[in-house]
Nanobody
Framework: QVQLVESGGGLVQPGGSLRLSCAAS????????MGWYRQVPGKPRELVAV???????TYADSVKDRFTISRDNVQNTVYLQMNSLNVEDMAAYYC??????????????WGQGTKVIVSS
């Protein structure tokens, strides 16, 4: 199994910045893709940004040029640098990984979520 633990959420003023981190641990054979999704109450979970193990990235249009995703393959950690935050970015952010556990098959894994609150 693969466990994902997020950190870095919190309260920020409009226009401010936050950096989210997510560390993967457990019986990891390989992590193909890591990334971030977000969800507000009453709406489906949506992609924010993902990054492959080779560094290819995909961003939601709403966060392009403001958010940057990066990854440390040695530490099995993914980061999301969020700049110019606005109230539309306020949500619970979930870490995601598509990985193969040792002696397991490919599967999607999710963290518990970390809240980002944008308020003055």
């Amino acid at each position: 199994q693969v466990q994902l633990v997020e950190s870095g959420g919190g309260l920020v003023q409009p226009g401010g910045s936050l950096r989210l981190s997510c560390a993967a641990s457990g019986s990891i054979f390989s992590i193909y893709t890591m990334g971030w999704y977000r969800q507000v109450p009453g709406k489906p979970r949506e992609l924010v940004a993902v990054i492959t193990k080779y560094g290819s990235t995909t961003y939601a249009d709403s966060v392009k040029d403001r958010f940057t995703i990066s990854r440390d393959n040695v530490q099995n950690t993914v980061y999301l640098q969020m700049n110019s935050l606005n109230v539309e970015d306020m949500a619970a952010y979930y870490c995601y990984a598509y990985a193969r556990a040792t002696l397991g098959s490919d599967a999607a894994y999710w963290g518990q979520g970390t809240k980002v609150i944008v308020s003055s």
